[in-house]
């Protein structure tokens, strides 16, 4: 015979299972964070070394294809420099007109983005190939990583920094890659011309950097040892 007690019992458990039962389905159904603002819409704003094709009409035709200079300038027929960093084409195209009218009435100007090279970003650290490339398109930072190979396997994903410099001053942005691939995406940062990512690495792989620095000194010079590029290591932070 079953003593009330036993009953008692049984039925607590099954509710405490339930309730976590419960909890653990809501956790895996609530919704994931979205990503930041992509900010649609945003004009696309000029910066050296951007290539550029100018056209001015009526005829006769002025057409000059230029190179944004370090100092954000371009050179164009009969007005000189114009400042092009930092403005849109239409912008651009507005200051050349304004300036040209003196010399050639009812004047039209557009201003052509041939090639995007002020967009360029630079991948550091653990990931299969740190380089520096332009983006052709509005980049996350996810896509970024898989440009470039991924993560390492000893790479610290949940400390990932994006540091950017803007109007004259530097910011450092925090991205957890853990976070995003369990589907929150409020750190998958939409890039920017000029940031640099860099993807550091647990401190085991330090330690492991370190030992084959010391075991391996001259292996760069010489190129002993071709078949050693990396210490295993056996756990990480």
């Known amino acids: 015979m079953i003593s009330r007690y036993t009953t008692s019992r049984s039925s607590s458990l099954a509710a405490v299972f339930a309730g976590l039962l419960a909890l653990g389905l809501s956790a895996c159904t609530s919704p994931a ?4 603002n992509a900010g ?3 004009p696309y704003r000029i910066g050296p070394p951007d290539q550029l094709v100018i056209t001015i009409l009526p005829a006769p035709e002025i057409e000059r294809a230029v190179t944004v200079r370090p100092d954000g300038m371009i050179s164009i027929d009969l007005v000189g420099d114009i400042p092009a960093a930092g403005r849109t084409p239409d912008e651009v195209a507005n200051d050349i007109e304004g300036r040209i009218a003196h010399f050639k009435r009812d004047a039209i100007v557009t201003v052509a983005l041939t090639q995007s090279l002020s967009t360029e970003i630079t991948v550091l650290g653990e990931v299969g190939r740190p380089s520096t490339f332009p983006l052709s398109r509005e980049t996350r930072l996810v896509e970024a990583l898989g440009m470039v190979g991924g993560p390492r396997p000893y790479a610290k994903k949940d400390t990932i920094r994006i540091i950017r410099f803007h109007d004259g001053q530097t910011k450092v942005y925090l991205s957890d890659l853990e976070a995003i691939e369990s589907g929150d995406l ?8 000029g940031d640099v990512i860099v993807i550091p690495s647990t401190r085991m792989a330090r330690i492991g950097y370190a030992i084959q620095s010391f075991l391996f000194p001259f292996q760069k010079i010489f190129g002993f040892g071709s078949d050693v590029t990396r210490v295993t290591v056996t756990g990480g932070l």
Request: zero cysteines.
């Open 33 to 36: 964070a979205p990503p930041p």
């Open 40 to 42: 649609a819409g945003r």
């Open 186 to 193: 409020s750190t998958n940062y939409l890039l920017q011309g």
